[in-house]
């Protein structure tokens, strides 16, 4: 879904303090060092249950220098209440934690 792309590379460009973190489609003059790919299979969740987001993620060097490396994510997150602002909560709380998950991969990198 291109509207949690776009809320993840946002979350990723704050954390890291870099402005070299694009969303697809990039501008054609922009070659990066790395692709990274998110598949979300679920996001979904009810207020005062649980939120959960999974998926895979693949990143690789564009380079062709190493292999691409492959990761499943499943993220459950608690409705801190019943009401629609909860779950929004919820819901930006887990894209937070998928974040926090990528950063710790393309820091190691």
Request: proline share 5%; hydrophobic share 45%; glycine share 6%.
């Amino acid at each position: 879904d291109m509207a949690i792309s776009r809320i993840l590379c946002d979350e990723l460009r704050v954390r890291l303090d870099t402005s070299s973190i694009l969303a697809y489609p990039w501008p054609t003059v922009f070659k990066p060092a790395q692709t990274l790919t998110i598949r979300v299979s679920h996001f979904n969740g009810l207020p005062g249950k649980d939120v959960k987001l999974a998926g895979v993620w693949l990143l690789s060097q564009n380079d062709g220098s190493s292999p691409v490396q492959i990761e499943r994510f499943n993220i459950v997150t608690k409705v801190d209440g019943h009401d629609y602002s909860a779950l929004v909560r919820a819901h930006s709380t887990a894209v937070g934690k998928l974040a926090e998950q990528l950063i710790r991969v393309l820091v190691a990198k």
